[in-house]
């Protein structure tokens, strides 16, 4: 019943957004009270729910979307995401352009959260598209896949360490072959599919790329435009930090020295918030002060971008309460059931476990911490399995699928101003695709190691 309640609210969902036109907060919110009831939750927790559900997800990337977006914005209007766009533009050419994109994406997102390195690079995304007249989609969805593989695949993201630690895999081999499976995966999604969907969907990769939540973008002459190193150090500086901060924790694991104050102070600057704070203010420097820009005109470009971020962050905080009523309410506890004492293969239940918590759950990382729980006992009975490739199914099931209980699929709806047919029909196709061709790449691996 939980999984019909669950099916019920997407079909409500769909129809009131769809049917309806009803605004898309909205219907999220309505529909939240409504499978809440259908689940059994306590009238008197339900507002509780959906609050910290809302809560929960923007007091996590409310922070980050909000000081990303106003990087970003820095970047682009003093003309930066426009000398970074044009050069990988004449490096890679038009052809290979979405090849250059998958290659920044994968630099960007190894150490960053999805949420944070999409903000920080569809300003750049944008422009290229704008440049070369194309469909900001042609170039989004490649970015989108390589940004879903690294988080879901690959050490320091939460739910791969967290999983690998679990299970007593090697991180470092779990990052390793994490990458060597991420590689072909993302050049099957995000590449191939994409210029596939092309063909299926002219219409929708035809359209002008005019995205509201992005904003209007200037145009600029090269000359004047601030140097390519320069644009490139500002818009990376928040992945130099939390890779430095995340350097010194595999050292400090792996080592086991204590604490002392410079641990602490790298792992304060490392922290994603931190990071991207102490970027917008590296911004305000090159991209403004640096060039003799008022800083009036760029306080005004800060602002702009938080215009434009409003909508967007409640409409991704209407997908985290959704996903907090499916969590509270037992769907997870209930697949779990479903699965207890099954003898099944242990990178295959992984895989299936994970795959359909992301499916009924939404969050990729909830799905991998839970998938864990019902798979380490499984794990003690069948001592000659491969922990890594288990670790690597747990996350690559955790891409399954993304759909309107996902956060990221807000994102990428609203950022890329797709309809929600276009969304699925894109972005939920894509992560399955994801999900299904790195099953095969790590069953590949486990006839060999």
């Known amino acids: 019943m939980p999984l019909l309640f669950t099916s019920i609210g997407v079909v409500i969902l769909l129809i009131l957004i769809m049917g309806f036109k009803l605004n898309t907060f909205v219907s999220l919110i309505i529909v939240s009270f409504i499978v809440s009831l259908l689940l059994g939750i306590p009238a008197g927790d339900i507002v509780h729910t959906i609050e910290s559900g809302l809560g929960g997800t923007l007091g996590h990337i409310g922070l980050i979307f909000g000081l990303g977006a ?20 004449n490096r890679f050419g038009e052809k290979k352009i979405q090849w250059a994109v998958v290659f920044a994406s994968f630099i960007v997102g190894i150490t960053l959260f999805y949420e944070v390195a999409f903000v920080l690079l569809i300003p750049i995304i944008f422009t290229i ?21 690294t988080h879901s695949f690959l050490p320091p993201h939460p739910g791969a360490t967290a999983v690998a630690a679990e299970y007593g895999a090697d991180m470092g081999t779990v990052l390793l072959v ?4 991420a590689i072909p995966t993302v050049a099957i999604a ?19 790329s005019n ?27 928040p992945v130099i930090l939390m890779t430095f901060g995340t350097i010194v924790d595999f050292v400090q694991r792996l080592v086991g020295f204590s604490d002392n104050g410079v641990i602490l102070f ?81 990178v295959l239940l992984a895989w299936t476990v994970a795959a359909i918590l992301r499916i009924a759950l939404g969050s990729g990382t909830v799905a991998t911490l839970s998938t864990a729980g019902l798979v380490i006992p499984i794990l003690s009975q069948t001592p000659d399995v491969n922990l890594v490739l288990v670790s690597l199914a747990t996350g690559v099931g955790s891409c399954m699928g993304s759909h309107v209980n996902d956060a990221a699929f807000w994102i990428v709806k609203e950022y890329m101003g797709m309809t929600m047919k276009e969304t699925f029909a894109t972005y939920s196709v894509l992560s399955s695709i994801t999900a299904v061709v790195g099953l095969g790449f790590i069953l590949i691996l486990d006839v060999f190691i």
Not at 81 to 88: G, S
Not at 190 to 208: D, N, Q
Request: hydrophobic share 50%.
């Open 129 to 149: 598209a704008k440049e070369l007249n194309i469909s900001i989609i042609k170039l989004g969805l490649p970015m989108s896949s390589t940004l879903l593989a």
């Open 266 to 346: 790298i792992r304060f600057i490392g922290n994603s918030s931190t990071a991207i704070l102490l970027s917008l203010l590296l911004a305000i420097y090159t991209m403004g002060i640096a060039r003799k820009i008022p800083m009036r005109t760029l306080m005004g470009s800060c602002g702009k971008s938080i215009n434009a971020l409003g909508m967007l962050l409640l409409i991704i905080g209407g997908g985290g309460a959704f996903k907090q009523v499916l969590i509270d309410g037992g769907v997870g506890d209930y697949i779990a059931q479903l699965f207890e004492g099954k003898a099944i293969s242990p």
């Open 190 to 208: 995000g590449v191939w599919y994409t210029r596939l969907v092309e063909k299926w969907m002219p219409a929708t990769f035809s359209r002008e």
């Open 70 to 89: 106003m990087l970003g914005r820095l970047i682009a209007d003093a003309g930066g995401a426009h000398r970074i766009a044009m050069t990988l533009i």
């Open 178 to 181: 994490g990458i060597v499976i």
């Open 211 to 237: 995205v509201d939540s992005i904003g209007e973008q200037k145009e600029f002459k090269e000359d004047e435009t601030p140097g390519f190193g320069i644009s490139v150090f500002t818009a990376i500086f």
